[in-house]
Nanobody
Framework: QVQLVESGGGLVQPGGSLRLSCAAS????????MGWYRQAPGKQRELVAR???????NYADSVKGRFTISRDNAKNTVYLQMNSLKPEDTAVYYC????????WGQGTQVTVSS
């Protein structure tokens, strides 16, 4: 079973920045893609950003130009640099790893508030 450890969440003021990290371990098969999803109270979980092992990226329209996803394949780690944060970015952010199966991190809270 793959274990995912997330870090970097917290409280930030509007316009501020945070960097999320997610490190995967225990995977017996190569990772095809890593990504970040978020879920706000009362809302469905939604894709924020995704990156394949070849570096192809996808972003939700709401975060394009503000968030950047990157990865270190050697470390099985994915990052999400979040700039110009808005209150509507407030959510629990979950790391996802796609290998032989899909695995989820424990979630890290991001709160954007003054």
């Amino acid at each position: 079973q793959v274990q995912l450890v997330e870090s970097g969440g917290g409280l930030v003021q509007p316009g501020g920045s945070l960097r999320l990290s997610c490190a995967a371990s225990g995977n017996r098969f190569s990772i095809n893609a890593m990504g970040w999803y978020r879920q706000a109270p009362g809302k469905q979980r939604e894709l924020v950003a995704r990156i394949t092992s070849l570096g192809i990226t996808n972003y939700a329209d709401s975060v394009k130009g503000r968030f950047t996803i990157s990865r270190d394949n050697a470390k099985n780690t994915v990052y999400l640099q979040m700039n110009s944060l808005k209150p509507e970015d407030t959510a629990v952010y979950y790391c996802n790893v796609a290998t032989m199966g899909n695995y989820w991190g424990q979630g890290t809270q991001v709160t954007v508030s003054s």
